[in-house]
C-alpha cells in the first residue's frame, strides 16, 4: 500500500477513536486470537541500510467483557545476531482494547484510569499515540499514530495473521510519508 494512501486511512480511521466505547459490537473474532506466540523476525532499517534480527513474544488474552488484552516483547539483537552485549535492545508493552461502538471488530486503547483516577483517553496534541485495532477474519491490525514534536505523523502498523502453526507478523513504520522500518516474522502458538 502507498505510504501516502496508508497515512490519510490512519487519520480517517483516527478520527472516531475518540467516540464513546461500549462492547455494542463486539463478538468472538478475537477470541481465535487468544494465545502465547514466539518467534523471530528481519527488519530492514531504511535509513541505516542494515537488517536487525528480533526475538519475538506475543499474548493476546481476554479483557473485561469484549475487549483483549495484548502484550509482546521485542528483543532486538546485537551485531551479528548475538544476544549478549550494549547493543541489545528489550521491548515491552502491554495495551488493553475495548469495543468501539458502532464498528464491528473494531476496539480502541482501553482509557488509562482507575477506581481513584479521571479515566483519560490519549490526546495527540500532547504527544500521546492513538491506538486502535481491527479485525479482519484472521488478520488483527493494530495502529498507533502520533504527531511529532515537528507537526508532522508517525504511524506504526502491526498486522498479525493467523496460520496454522501460530501466526505471521509485519509491521512497518513511517514518518510522514517515509518508510523507516519494515519488519516481518513468523511465530508458532505455545498455548
Known amino acids: ?17 475518540f467516540v464513546a466505547t461500549n462492547g455494542a459490537f463486539a463478538n468472538e473474532a478475537v477470541s481465535k486470537f487468544y494465545g502465547s506466540y514466539v518467534g523471530s523476525g528481519k527488519a530492514e532499517v531504511l535509513d541505516r541500510t542494515e537488517q536487525e534480527v528480533r526475538d519475538l513474544d506475543v499474548t493476546i488474552e481476554s479483557f473485561k467483557d469484549d475487549g483483549f488484552t495484548i502484550q509482546w516483547i521485542t528483543v532486538v539483537r546485537g551485531a551479528n545476531g548475538a544476544w549478549t552485549g550494549d547493543d541489545v535492545k528489550r ?23 482507575g477506581l481513584f483516577q479521571k479515566s483519560e483517553l490519549p490526546n495527540p496534541l500532547l504527544g500521546d499515540a492513538v491506538r486502535w485495532a481491527a479485525i479482519d477474519g484472521n488478520d488483527m491490525t493494530i495502529y498507533s499514530l502520533a504527531i511529532s514534536e515537528t507537526g508532522g505523523s508517525e504511524l506504526q502498523v502491526y498486522r498479525r495473521s493467523l496460520t496454522e502453526k501460530g501466526m505471521d507478523i509485519r509491521f512497518m513504520r513511517l514518518q510522514d510519508e517515509d518508510v523507516k522500518v519494515r519488519m516481518s516474522g513468523k511465530l508458532v502458538r505455545t498455548q
Open 91 to 113: 521491548r515491552e508493552v502491554t495495551e488493553n482494547f475495548i469495543p468501539v461502538e458502532d464498528k464491528k471488530n473494531v476496539f480502541v486503547l482501553a482509557p488509562k484510569g
Open 1 to 17: 500500500m502507498n505510504p501516502r494512501t496508508l497515512i490519510r486511512a490512519a487519520l480517517v480511521a483516527a478520527s472516531f477513536v
